[in-house]
């Protein structure tokens, strides 16, 4: 069964600073990758995902992930941060054939002004 | 992007009485739903995945008495909880994935369930 990690699980930054959290999976065959947004009491949202094509996905606010395959990671990155960026982000993939989504554990980004 | 309505969005029930939960697509078709829990400070736990017109599939370690689902058209999926204990207490995401290939499933606004 596929598997989800994210090794970071609460990330403080300053605004203006740079930020990537991390997503590795386990499986070995074809992946659907995701990553969402839980912003303080609201429901999750798809901050961006990978379907094929262009490893190098772009996003909604700024956010941008990279799928390397060889390292089953799909990293998330926002050059700058800002005070709104506080919330929770959960990676997630979906593999071939399937259709549940598994997700990590979670990362909480709290961004100071 | 697509709507889902999850309602009720809190509810308190007493002990040893069933609860249900709604989940509609609102502006799609969804063949698949999902219903999800989320502990406190804990990530999404996947409880079953529900298919239009069949049975849903449990995941390991859900009791399917306990947390039935019912999945009788497109746009809708409940979830009841039944005999509700303080331990059922947490708050139940459902997500709806649409039957066309190559799209996100889109997420409720999730319930958070009191047991008391």
């Known amino acids: 069964a596929q598997s989800v990690s994210q090794h970071n699980h609460h990330v403080i930054l300053s605004e203006a600073a740079s930020l990537e959290l991390g997503c590795n999976y386990s499986?070995?065959?074809?992946?659907?990758l995701f990553w969402y947004v839980q912003y303080p009491g609201q429901h999750l949202q798809l901050l961006l995902k990978?379907?094929?094509?262009?490893?190098l996905v772009k996003g909604i606010k700024g956010f941008e992930a990279e799928f390397i395959k060889s390292k089953f990671s799909f990293n998330l990155r926002k050059p700058s941060v800002q005070w709104s960026d506080t919330a929770e982000y959960f990676c997630?993939?979906?593999?071939?054939?399937?259709?549940?989504?598994?997700f990590g554990t979670g990362t909480k980004l709290q961004v100071i002004p | 992007g697509a709507v889902v309505s999850q309602h009720p969005s809190r509810v308190i029930c007493k002990s040893g009485t069933s609860v249900k939960i709604e989940c509609r697509s609102l502006d799609f078709q969804a063949t698949t739903m999902f219903w999800y829990r989320q502990f406190p400070k804990k990530s999404l736990m996947l409880m079953a995945t529900?298919?239009?017109?069949?049975?849903?599939?449990?995941e390991q370690g859900v009791e399917k008495d306990k947390f039935l689902i019912n999945h009788a058209s497109l746009t809708l999926s409940t979830l009841t909880v039944t005999s509700a204990h303080p331990e059922d207490s947490s708050f139940y995401i459902c997500?709806?994935?649409?039957?066309?290939?190559?799209?996100?499933?889109?997420f409720g606004q999730g319930t958070r369930l009191t047991v008391v």
């Open positions: 529900s298919n239009e017109g069949s049975k849903a599939t449990y």
């Open positions: 990978y379907f094929s094509g262009d490893p």
């Open positions: 499986y070995g065959g074809t992946v659907n």
């Open positions: 997500s709806a994935l649409p039957w066309t290939e190559n799209t996100e499933a889109f």
């Open positions: 997630a993939v979906r593999t071939g054939g399937y259709q549940k989504v598994t």
